[in-house]
């Protein structure tokens, strides 16, 4: 069956860095286009960074441009989300979404908190 299962999260100070992975079972992994998305309490799913199915694209939300790097291996069914410079508001629980034409599927998410 699918499977997005995220890993990589925890506690982490203002100013550090952390990496999230999403690792893909149940489909063919390099036909889909991947994202990353997150949500506070309080507040609604956003968009935080894509990547087509081939990798030669991104595009990220302007509130972590320069600071998240998405990247994906097509050969270890993983993409993943660098996260440096990370702030306060950037807590949340991460998501894993998979996405190729009518299809789409998500992880049960990871949380990531940032807090000195």
């Known amino acids: 069956q699918v499977q997005l299962v995220e890993s990589g999260g925890g506690l982490v100070q203002p100013g550090g860095s952390r990496r999230l992975s999403c690792a893909a079972s149940?489909?063919?992994?390099?036909?889909?286009?991947m994202s990353w998305h997150r949500q506070a309490p309080g507040k609604e799913r956003e968009l935080v960074a894509a990547i087509t199915s081939v990798g030669d694209s991104t595009r990220y939300a302007d509130s972590v441009k320069g600071r998240f790097t998405i990247s994906r291996v097509n050969a270890k069914n993983t993409v993943y989300l660098q996260m440096n410079s990370l702030k306060p508001e950037d807590t949340a629980v991460y998501y894993c979404?998979?996405?190729?034409?009518?299809?789409?599927?998500w992880g049960q998410g990871t949380q990531v908190t940032v807090s000195s």
């Open positions: 979404y998979a996405y190729f034409r009518q299809y789409d599927y």
């Open positions: 149940g489909f063919t992994f390099s036909s889909y286009g």
